[in-house]
């Protein structure tokens, strides 16, 4: 099972490697690292270094697909070679995926019009203005398409895709494997349970990272 996790400079970090973590329990599951040029990309804010192993022409093809989300997704959203390669993987996939902001490039690409779809929830309008009806939850299955919401909710969507592919009880030894038992000390996960002061405030931090990671670009 081939999945093609596309990577590029300043993604957020647990976009990537928390859905990736999961789908490595798969039996027969091979991981290619994807991205316009090979080499290392940096996410961001941390600075981790990740390697591009192959190209976008390398991989023509593949079962799943993950688009990690970040600052730098919103650099690609006009990038038709990027964008072309997404429309023909996906024509390929068996599953297309999407963590937060990766949706917009799905959008982007024109593969979300009249679906449901989630995001992280400071890019719901972004992700309406593709076509796609945003809804707030952690993971969105469209037939073949699944998008998730902002950052940890990835892991969410990699389980249940495990169910998907190798059934109930290979999702749950995936999950007790890596101790996946979140118990938050805090219950505002979601704009609807952190109300608007914090929110509003989250926002703000958010446009601040955004803006501070794109300074040049």
């Excluded at 995001?119 to 945003?134: C, D, P, Q, R």
């Excluded at 608007?196 to 958010?206: L, S």
């Amino acid at each position: 099972m081939k999945i093609a996790a596309l990577i590029f400079d300043k993604i957020t970090v647990l976009d990537i490697v928390g859905p990736i973590e999961v789908l490595s329990w798969v039996p027969g599951s091979e991981i290619v690292w994807v991205g316009k040029e090979k080499g290392p990309i940096r996410a961001a804010p941390t600075g981790l270094a990740l390697t591009v192993e192959r190209t976008l022409d390398e991989v023509p093809s593949a079962d799943i697909l993950i688009i990690p989300g970040g600052p730098g997704v919103r650099l690609l959203l006009k990038d038709e070679k990027v964008l072309d390669w997404v429309r023909k993987i996906h024509a390929t996939t068996t599953w297309t995926t999407s963590v937060c902001t990766g949706s917009l490039l799905l959008g982007a690409a024109e593969l979300l019009k009249g679906l449901e779809a989630t995001t992280h929830w400071n890019a719901a309008a972004t992700l309406e203005s593709f076509g796609a009806k945003y809804r707030e939850q952690r993971v969105i299955p469209q037939g073949k398409i699944v998008t998730s919401a902002g950052v940890s909710s990835g892991i969410d969507m990699a389980l249940w895709l495990v169910g998907k592919i190798a059934g109930d009880d290979a999702a749950k030894e995936a999950q007790l494997c890596i101790e996946y038992d979140p118990q938050p000390p805090y219950d505002a996960g979601a704009p609807s349970k952190a109300g608007p002061v914090v929110t509003e405030k989250a926002r703000a931090t958010v446009k601040d990272i955004v803006a501070k990671t794109l300074v040049g670009t």
